[in-house]
């Protein structure tokens, strides 16, 4: 898998585009207009992957980003987001996306990105930016480790259902497309590293996001049960008073200084 060196510059982009994303969401609540650019992007983004035109879409992808960069408007910030990102992209292959569901996983991927920076919550937009970038490392991760016999299984798994939880998750897919092992000893290692099977795992990692984005940002209990990975809001709040004894709305009230009842979140 990518080695501890590719890891760092990885953390270091992370540091660059989440303080670019919470600059971008506070000019975009000044500047709506911006979001014009951003969404076009996107569009071409969407239609090289489904073309499967891989090129394109690493354009698009990098023009993305580097939009987002540039909006920040921050003196010397594009200049250092461009050395890590050229020396990161030695790293990407046409294999790179193995290890994804299908073509719209992908693309979701970015939706949720740019709908999130659109809101103008520049700790969403921070926490969505981070949450895109550790998805690039799982793929990285995932599409390196073959030559690797030294892969970990528990840790590949660890970082897919992280960067995955808003998606549906099973034991056996994780465990053949992304671990490399068998369902049985990916659930065994869950167990002895975790104390938990690979379901409890996951639903942990997502009562957890939950807490935090209520937490932390603008975000609507149904935006952020739809972030987690729940379409059913009476399953998800069942779930999160399960996990914190609260249901989230009371969570929200309670934890988040910002929290107003009558906010609403449009996706």
């Avoid at 992908?106 to 930016?129: F, S």
């Avoid at 409890?200 to 935090?212: C, G, V």
């Amino acid at each position: 898998m990518p080695g501890t060196d590719y890891r760092q510059l990885m953390d270091f982009r992370i540091v660059l585009e989440c303080f670019a994303a919470r600059c971008t969401a506070m000019r975009i609540v000044s500047n709506p207009a911006l979001m014009g650019k951003l969404n076009e992007i996107f569009r071409q983004l969407t239609k090289a992957v489904r073309r499967g035109d891989y090129p394109t879409y690493r354009d698009t992808d990098r023009q993305l980003h580097e939009a987002i960069i540039g909006m920040a408007d921050v003196p010397g910030l594009h200049d250092a987001w461009k050395i890590v990102w050229e020396k990161l992209a030695v790293l990407h292959s046409r294999n790179f996306y193995e290890g994804v569901p299908d073509a719209r996983v992908i693309i979701d991927d970015h939706e949720y990105l740019v709908k999130t920076l659109g809101m103008g919550d520049p700790v969403a937009a921070e926490n969505a930016m981070s949450t895109h970038i550790e998805i690039t490392w799982s793929r990285l991760a995932g599409s390196a480790q073959k030559a690797d016999a030294r892969h970990d299984p528990l840790y590949l798994a660890s970082m897919y259902l992280k960067a995955y939880m808003q998606y549906p998750l099973r034991l056996k897919d994780v465990a053949a497309r992304v671990a490399y092992t068998s369902a049985g000893h990916l659930s065994q290692l869950f167990r002895e590293r975790h104390g938990m099977g690979f379901q409890a795992r996951l639903q942990q990692l997502r009562m957890s996001k939950a807490a935090e984005l209520l937490a932390g940002t603008d975000m609507s209990v149904s935006a952020v049960a739809y972030r987690v990975g729940y379409r059913n809001l009476s399953r998800f709040a069942r779930h999160f008073f399960r996990h914190h004894h609260q249901l989230p709305k009371k969570w929200q009230k309670e934890k988040n200084p910002k929290f107003r009842p009558s906010r609403k979140t449009k996706w």
